[in-house]
């Protein structure tokens, strides 16, 4: 479990990143899933761009995504989620204690 001042050192790592998986209507899909666990085990700190209908249906597919590829949300404003796992093999991002 991150502490807030890891959330807050992962947030101003994530203000320069771009969105590299993108849900779609068609929502988790295994493709998706897929894309999203090599993505994370490479970079550790991903942004997913979710597109919904509504907020329930976002936080919902968050939960999910982070549940199955046992990660961790930062922070989420609007469309897109900065999600957290860290790569046990290789760490790449040093985080605060």
């Known amino acids: 479990m991150l502490t807030e001042s890891q959330k807050k050192f992962l947030r101003g790592m994530g203000h320069q ?10 929502g988790l899909s295994d493709a ?25 249906a976002r936080d ?13 949300l930062v922070t989420r404003i609007g469309n897109v989620a900065l999600i957290y796992r860290r ?6 991002l040093p985080l605060p204690l």
């Open 32 to 56: 998706v899933l897929k894309e999203f666990d090599q993505t994370i085990r490479h970079h550790e700190l991903v942004k997913v761009r979710i597109r919904a209908g509504d907020r329930q």
């Open 87 to 92: 790569n046990e093999d290789e760490p790449k």
């Open 17 to 26: 990143l771009k969105p590299v998986v993108m849900v779609g209507d068609a």
């Open 60 to 72: 919902d597919i968050i939960s999910e995504l982070c549940r199955q590829g046992d990660a961790e």
